[in-house]
C-alpha cells in the first residue's frame, strides 16, 4: 500500500508542517521506503524479553542469505567467539536504561550512549567494537558496518526531529500503540510506575 501525495499533506496539516513540493515528494518517497520496510520487517523471527525497570530489548533474526546488518547484509569479519549457530542469525538489541543501547551482531556490538543537552536536545555518541583479532588483520574492514549505521542513524534522527515537530503541535493528542510498539508501551508503563511509587 503506497502512500498517495494527498496523504501526505493530511499528515503535514496535522502535524502544522509547511512543506514545499518538493519536501512533499521526498516525504513521501520516505513514508513509501517505511513502509516497504516495515513490511518485510514483518516476515522476520522477532522475540522480545520481558522488559524491566532495568531494561527492555529483543532479538530479530537475518532473513535468509543476509549474515550481518551492513548495506549488503555480507559479513567481512569472523564471527564473534562463542556464538551458538542461532546467536550468528541474528542481532539482539537491549535499552538500557537510562541512557544506553546495546546491539550485539555476529560480528561486531555497536553502543550508543544518548546524553540530553536540553528538553529539546539530546547529543547520541555511537561507537563500534570489533573483536580485536579482526582489527589486527591487514584487510580489516569496518565500513559496511558503519556506512550501514550511519545512515540508519541518520533517517532515525530525522524520524525523531519531526516527531518531535508534531509533538509540539498545539493540536497534537497521543493516540494507540501498534501491536509493534510493545516495548514502547512496556517502557511508558515502567515509568509510570516507577513514577508513582517514588
Known amino acids: 500500500m503506497a502512500i498517495s501525495k494527498d496523504e501526505v499533506l493530511h499528515v503535514a496539516r496535522l502535524a502544522r508542517l509547511a512543506l514545499t513540493d518538493d519536501e512533499v515528494e521526498r516525504l513521501g518517497a520516505q513514508l513509501n521506503a517505511i513502509l516497504e520496510a516495515v513490511g518485510k520487517v514483518s ?102 558496518a558503519i556506512e550501514f549505521w550511519d545512515l540508519t542513524n541518520r533517517e532515525d534522527w530525522w524520524i525523531a526531529e519531526q516527531s518531535q515537530a508534531g509533538i509540539n503541535s498545539r493540536v497534537y493528542q497521543p493516540g494507540p500503540y501498534s501491536e509493534r510498539e510493545s516495548l514502547l508501551w512496556s517502557f511508558d508503563e515502567i515509568v509510570k510506575r516507577e513514577a508513582q511509587n517514588s
Open 43 to 144: 516476515e522476520l523471527d522477532l522475540e522480545n524479553v520481558e522488559p524491566t525497570a532495568c531494561y527492555c530489548g529483543g532479538a530479530m533474526g537475518f532473513r535468509d542469505g543476509v549474515e550481518t546488518m551492513s548495506m549488503d547484509g555480507k559479513r567481512r569479519r569472523a564471527c564473534l567467539p562463542g556464538l551458538t549457530a542461532g546467536d550468528r542469525q541474528r542481532v539482539v538489541y537491549f535499552a538500557i536504561y537510562p541512557n544506553f543501547l546495546l546491539s550485539l551482531h555476529p560480528d561486531y556490538m555497536m553502543t550508543h550512549t544518548l546524553w540530553p543537552r536540553a528538553h529539546d536536545r539530546t547529543e547520541i555518541v555511537c561507537e563500534f567494537h570489533f573483536h580485536p583479532d579482526e582489527m589486527a588483520k591487514p584487510d580489516f574492514q569496518a565500513d559496511d
